[in-house]
């Protein structure tokens, strides 16, 4: 099971750091990747990071602004979100999966969290 926290609401240039903890099993091999889906339109790709924290992959819209991290003591994976936008408000899922390779953006994660609502007032 995996579930997220530190989702809010919050002014347009402010920062969010989101947490996905997994429970019931260890994700230590595990590439874990953030996506979000915002009212009326289909999720896509955030960012991933391969299970040694030492590959990361983002999304163009996410390059510079966000940092995803894990600490693999915690079983836990972190957004961070700076300069966040009004663009940015969605809903955010964490995903785990053990043979998606960095770079893959696919979907075809095996575990999925039920998300955190990011709120972005401009």
């Known amino acids: 099971q995996l579930v997220e926290s530190g989702g809010g609401l919050v002014q347009a240039g402010d920062s969010l750091k989101l947490s996905c903890t997994a429970s019931?099993?260890?994700?230590?091999?595990?590439?874990m990747a953030w996506f979000c889906q915002a009212p009326g339109k289909e999720s896509y790709f955030v960012a991933a990071?391969?299970?040694?924290?030492?590959?990361?992959d983002y999304a163009d819209s996410a390059k510079g602004r966000f940092t995803i991290s894990r600490d693999t003591s915690k079983n836990t994976v972190y957004l961070q979100m700076d300069n966040l936008s009004a663009e940015d408000t969605a809903v955010y899922y964490c995903?785990?999966?053990?043979?998606?390779?960095?770079?893959?953006?696919?979907?075809?994660?095996?575990?999925w969290g039920q998300g955190t609502q990011v709120t972005v007032s401009s």
């Open positions: 995903a785990a999966d053990s043979l998606e390779t960095i770079g893959a953006r696919t979907y075809s994660y095996d575990y």
């Open positions: 990071v391969s299970w040694s924290g030492e590959a990361s």
């Open positions: 019931g099993r260890t994700v230590y091999w595990y590439t």
